[in-house]
């Protein structure tokens, strides 16, 4: 039987938010997470087609290729940005420099895989966009309030920061509501 000292308490607790408030994200996950979301929601509202039969795995295809080529060209951006055409380290910089978007296309994946879970059969693809624009509109939210405090901000101000993440995911979900 576990004894009561194996069981974190409130100072357990209270160390590792202090732990998570100094942690700092560095920008491009912070950048990577929110345009990612963003991306991944306007493509798979844009995907849920209503005058042609639903196609779930064709759309995890086109979300996850449109966010490999946002990283792409965002990557890509920055090295032309940063270096001149004459630089011999350009090619080399440039893959760095794509790769470090990794952030972008991670936060794709929820709305790949819940378009993925609709190609297998557990839900329809319609019941899977909007549970993905609910989502993504609550992790936007989180992408905000996370830097926010990151950077030192109250909570009050995180939740400001939060909510301002979260309409623009709310506006996609109203957009695709109003075009359909």
């Known amino acids: 039987m576990p004894d009561s000292r194996d069981r974190p308490g409130p100072r357990d607790l209270r160390a590792v938010l202090r732990l998570i408030r100094r942690y700092r994200p560095p920008e491009r996950l912070l950048f990577g997470g929110v345009y990612g979301t963003v991306l991944a929601s306007s493509v798979a509202a844009a995907l849920d087609r209503v005058t042609t039969p639903p196609d779930p795995g064709y759309d995890a295809l086109w979300v996850l290729i449109s ?5 792409a060209a965002h ?13 011999e380290a350009v090619p080399v910089y440039a893959v760095r420099s794509v790769l470090k978007e990794w952030p972008l296309v991670m936060a794709a994946l929820p709305t790949v895989g819940a378009l993925l879970a609709a190609y297998a059969g557990w839900w329809h693809e319609y019941t899977a966009v909007d549970v993905i624009l609910v989502f993504n509109a609550l992790t936007l939210f989180g992408w905000g309030a996370w830097a926010s405090r990151s950077a030192g901000g109250s909570w009050a101000n995180a939740c400001r920061v939060g909510c301002v993440d979260m309409l623009l995911g709310l506006c996609i979900v109203v957009a695709n509501t109003l075009i359909k």
Not at 67 to 71: G, K, R
Not at 75 to 87: K, L, Q, S, V
């Open 67 to 71: 966010a490999l080529a946002a990283a």
């Open 75 to 87: 990557g890509y951006a920055h090295a032309i940005a940063r270096h001149t055409a004459a630089d």
